[in-house]
């Protein structure tokens, strides 16, 4: 019997503890995603080397495996100011620490220890995948006329074995729909300059995630995090903004992006010290612009981005 591609439930639980699946359900775990692939099984392979009187191919041992699922989710508010969107478990296990501040907003800041993990079961049309103890990675852009959307990048060990499993009944009632990037919807201010048109920008939290295959202990742990992006912008006169002086002179500033302007369904980012880096100079539609390297530096720690949800 034909299995189709399209056919996907995804969901994603925080875990207690830690590798510890807490099952979660198609009724309050399912994830809304796009452009879902899954790798089920990454790691080494060790070839045996065997002397023999005879060539030929004597195969490999698959060790250290663990598997690996990437995919997108639209960004978007939760629906209501202070609620804590349907995704918020995916960006608690890339790292971030949720604050709820009921009826105002939900923020997400960096942390440097106490890293939460996440359990998700794939589903694609009846075969069900499980990694358990999962930390990632996230990224994001923002291009007119497109949809937003949080790409994760998640690695995790292998949970139950993977099984013919009938498709759960889902709901996806908290995914609310996005609007698209433009001026009436997306405001980006970057050092201070709040009116340069933008072709577009992308952040990506930078995790370093890796697997610990060891005696006695099996883990995907975060070890280190650099915050980058990029942005393109129309190049201006140097009385505007001289980015040539900014980047020269190592000189940091402020970012911030806000998307939507409903209550609800509002996301911003900020950045209270970023770093330009090696510019260069373009054109789009004759027009010249700039790609701007981004580095997002902490300024009192575990703050360089900010996420908030409202």
Known sequence: MARFWRKLALLAKIE????????PTGADNAILAIDATYT????????????TPYLG????????TYGRLEFSVECAGSGAAGTAPAYGPLLRACGFAEVVDAGVDV???????????????????????????????????????????????????????????????????????????????TTFALHSLTTGPTERLSIDLGNQVEPRMLINYEACHIVDRRSSGSAVMEAALLATKNWDAIARGHTTGTMAVVHGTAAGNIVQIGAPKVQIGRYTEGQTQGIMNNTLPLMFLPDEGDDELLITVK
Not at 40 to 48: L, N, W, Y
Not at 57 to 64: D, K, V
Not at 128 to 156: D, Q, Y
Request: net charge negative.
């Open 16 to 23: 207690t503890v830690y590798g510890t699946d807490p099952t």
């Open 40 to 51: 089920p099984i990454e790691g080494q392979e060790v070839s045996r080397d065997l002397l």
């Open 57 to 64: 191919n004597q195969g490999i041992i698959l060790t250290g």
């Open 107 to 185: 923020e997400y800041a960096p942390v440097s220890a106490a890293f939460e993990s996440v359990t998700l079961w794939y589903n694609r049309d009846g075969v069900k995948h499980a990694l358990v103890g999962a930390r990632g990675n996230v990224t994001i852009e923002f291009t007119p006329s497109g949809i937003p959307r949080w790409r994760f990048n998640f690695i995790g060990l292998t949970g139950t074995a993977a099984a013919d499993t009938a498709l759960p009944t889902t709901d996806f009632s908290d995914f609310i729909t996005p609007v698209p990037v433009s001026k009436a919807n």
